[in-house]
């Protein structure tokens, strides 16, 4: 038998105004640790950016001491702006996402109508991973898995004996991630669940949202590959392939587009850089109108 993977001590924080959960993952023999989708505090009418959620973040690094060696995107959020530039300024660490996050670029680039100024091969990250790519964090072992079908970047960073999933999959009684974004897919999404779900039993499972599924009054953000794949709503053990994407698509078809989609993209295809200046000095988010 191999050696037992490490277990990471795990510190979440939810933000309630886009029911996102950040992570703070530590290696329990060092002071070395990463942090999981951030989150930028944006308030879509006055258009004004604040850093509370991430100060929430910065202030336990500092608390423990720790060393931040990575800041880990698992997608081009649509739903929240990144706090990954102010984490990085502040704490340091290497700022990574998939390396697919280049065709995010090349799709919203174009529904954006970006210049030549807005590069679409991934520079504004430090880092991009390719598939089964292995890092560390102190003396935790990981690895990078590309999960696409919620978006085609997403990524999965299994880390000693847990695994961050992103919006991939949800809480077994809420379900799976949506498809109908630019670039989603439904049968892609299943394939990628399904790689997930041969992960060992008893794999913990951090998610990065939750919306409280009906009949549950707490949320929660933990559970395990073993209970995803048995009672997952949507993808339980037993459902096809076929069945999953005529559910996914017709369940999609219905939801509204998330309030924060379109100044999200803008800003996390940019690894959480707003955009440029004009000559005014100040910075503009597009609003691309009757095209999505």
């Not at 210049?115 to 598939?131: C, E, M, T, V, Y």
Request: with cysteine; net charge negative.
């Amino acid at each position: 038998m191999g050696t037992p993977a490490l277990s990471p001590l795990v510190t979440s924080f939810f933000d309630p105004a886009t029911f996102t959960v950040s992570h703070l993952v530590q290696d329990p023999t060092s002071d070395a640790c990463a942090i999981v989708d951030s989150v930028l505090d944006f308030d879509a009418p006055s258009g004004r950016t604040a850093t509370r959620s991430a100060e929430n973040i910065a202030a336990i690094v500092t608390e423990r001491q720790l060393k931040v060696a990575w800041i880990l995107e698992t997608h081009a959020h649509a739903d929240h702006l990144t706090a990954a530039p102010w984490l990085r300024q502040r704490l340091g660490g290497t700022l990574a996402i998939g390396a697919q996050i280049t065709a995010v670029q090349r799709t919203f680039g174009d529904i954006f109508n970006e210049d030549d100024r807005f590069a679409r091969d991934g520079r504004q990250f430090d880092h991009l991973f390719i598939d089964g790519e292995t890092f560390s964090i102190g003396g935790l072992q990981a690895v990078a898995l590309h999960v696409p079908g919620h978006t085609p970047a997403c990524m999965a960073y299994v880390i000693g004996d847990a695994v961050f999933v992103g919006d991939t999959l949800f809480m077994p009684d809420y379900g799976s991630a949506r498809c109908d974004f630019p670039g989603g897919d439904a049968r892609t999404l299943y394939r990628s669940i399904q790689r997930l779900m041969s992960l060992p039993d008893a794999t913990r499972v951090f998610l990065c949202h939750d919306y409280k599924a009906p009949g549950r009054d707490d949320y929660a953000w933990e559970t395990t590959i073993l209970a995803e794949r048995t009672s997952n709503v949507h993808v339980h053990e037993g459902i096809d392939a076929d069945t999953f994407v005529r559910m996914r698509e017709a369940r999609d078809a219905t939801l509204p587009m998330p309030r924060l989609l379109l100044p999200s993209v803008q800003v996390n295809m940019r690894a959480g850089n707003l955009p440029e200046p004009e000559g005014n000095g100040v910075r503009y988010l597009k609003l691309p109108l009757d095209l999505l």
